[in-house]
């Protein structure tokens, strides 16, 4: 099995942490190449960069899949081109919010997300209203810090801790999803941290949730319904001559 995850920002530094990541999600058998696309943002933190991303999220979505690729997961808490690949694509594709949004009103009653900036967290809600897990996201917010500062863990981390805190005491969440694929390696530390406060709360972190969750639909021949998703009529679109002169 071959699975395409696509980092949906032109960032090289997220590339390479994020193909040094899905090694440790592999499962035997499984191969998973992470790779940027061509054109786009830096970072993805509001709804103007999910717009420009997603020629390029498109354009390699379509590759992959000629490539024979078996499964597509985009990594961006905003699963921008999630529902236009569904559209163009026979092969599964599936982003992270959506799916670890799901995992968390499986598990638990009330849940609360936790991002990166301000502009992310409408996102967010909107993905929650359309997969229908609005009404136990009992929160959703920002740490304002921008993506490509994600690399200072500690900051990270102090304030993902102070977030977590607010989500249990003030909101009553009993899960937390970490809003940002690039909140990488941080998950184990904000359980220990709210079990040393005397809250036993789980912490999803979205990428091996969407990966092997993709993983499962390749395995079990399920793709996304094309009632839901139909293939786009045959047009004129002349903005993938501008991007490929």
């Known amino acids: 099995m071959k699975l395409k995850y696509i980092c949906p920002i032109t960032d090289l530094d997220f ?9 440790k999600y592999s499962s035997p058998g499984v191969e998973i190449d992470a790779e940027r696309i ?12 999910e717009v420009l991303s997603a020629p390029g999220i498109i354009q390699l979505g379509v590759e992959s899949a000629q490539k024979g690729y078996d499964g597509i997961m985009v990594s ?57 897990v609005a009404g136990k996201m009992v929160s959703c ?3 304002n810090i921008p993506v490509l500062e994600l690399c200072d863990k500690q900051r990270m981390v102090d304030a993902l801790a102070t977030l977590a805190i607010q989500a249990v005491e003030k909101y009553d969440a009993q899960c937390l999803v970490l809003g940002c694929t690039g909140m990488i390696g941080v998950e184990n530390k904000l359980e220990s941290y709210l079990l040393e406060k005397g809250y036993e709360v789980p912490v999803l972190y979205p990428v091996p949730i969407a990966l092997k969750y993709l993983e499962s639909l390749v395995s079990l021949g399920i793709k996304q319904a094309p009632l839901s998703y139909p293939k786009p009529p045959e047009k004129e679109r002349s903005i993938w001559k501008l991007l490929n002169p």
């Open 15 to 23: 590339e390479k942490y994020s193909q040094a990541e899905t090694k």
């Open 38 to 49: 061509p054109f786009g943002t830096a970072s993805i933190e509001c709804e103007l960069d």
């Open 76 to 132: 961006c808490m905003g699963d921008p081109g999630v529902a236009a690949l569904r559209e163009m694509l026979d092969i599964p594709v599936v982003g992270p919010c959506r799916t670890a949004l799901l995992y968390a009103a499986d598990i638990s009653s009330r849940f609360s997300v936790i991002t990166v900036t301000d502009g992310v967290v409408p996102i967010i809600e909107r993905v929650a209203l359309d997969v229908g």
């Open 141 to 143: 917010k920002a740490v």
